[in-house]
């Protein structure tokens, strides 16, 4: 599995066609660049899958889904993948996941050490059935830092397109996170979009009442 660094302003005037992964592209946002060059490398050692892991600086400040929608944009792969700087990959994370998605699953929640499967806190897409969903986006544009994935997995789970393999680990690690609150607007935004179906795509009321 390749590694590939960009800042976020070299992605946004990125003119040399898309970025090209065969097999999955990995979109890894990051603020510290020792933490992202340790993850990464931990994380391409033991895919045992092929792909590209394309690390992107976030030197701007436009924030985690900002810049996933923009690389979901600006590559080309069969497979799309969501992490964090802070993600410690288990032994063969990616052949694990792509075997459980199979032929028949569209999305995939990583073993992220914290939802067991609720939510995609990182998660992979076929690509073919997330460009149908926000327009080209891969997610919901309005979410500044939360809920997005949480939006996400409850259209997966509503399609039964949604899959989870505890072998397929890539633990989030992040001293500080049960203490820290979640962003009050997003949080606001995706029970706004809760009542209304996320645009009346989930229908069913146990998936509704799944993440709150």
Not at 58 to 63: L, P, R, V
Not at 71 to 83: C, D, E, H, L, N
């Amino acid at each position: 599995m390749q590694i590939q660094y960009l800042t976020s302003k070299e992605l946004a005037v990125y003119e040399n066609g898309p970025l090209l992964a065969g097999g999955v592209l990995v979109a890894m946002p990051f603020t510290n660049a020792d933490h992202a060059q340790r993850a990464a490398k931990l994380m391409a050692s033991r895919a045992s899958a092929p792909g590209m892991i394309l690390c992107i600086h976030d030197q701007a400040e436009e924030g985690f889904i900002a810049l996933i929608n923009r690389a979901f944009v600006k590559t080309q792969s069969a497979y799309f993948a969501y992490v964090a700087q802070d993600a410690l990959a288990g032994r063969d994370w990616l052949k694990e996941a792509l075997t459980a998605m199979g032929d028949r699953k569209n999305f995939l929640g990583f073993n992220d050490g914290k939802w067991a499967g609720a939510l995609a806190g990182f998660g992979l897409a076929r690509r073919s059935w997330a460009t149908q969903n926000y327009g080209g986006d891969f997610f919901y544009p309005a979410y500044k830092r939360h809920y997005a994935d949480a939006e996400l997995t409850l259209l997966a789970m509503q399609a039964d397109a949604y899959a989870y393999e505890p072998n397929s680990l890539l633990v989030e690690v992040d001293w500080d996170k049960d203490a820290s609150a979640v962003d009050a607007d997003d949080r606001s935004l995706f029970l706004e979009r809760k009542k209304k179906g996320f645009d009346g795509r989930v229908s069913n009321p146990t998936l509704l009442n799944h993440i709150k």
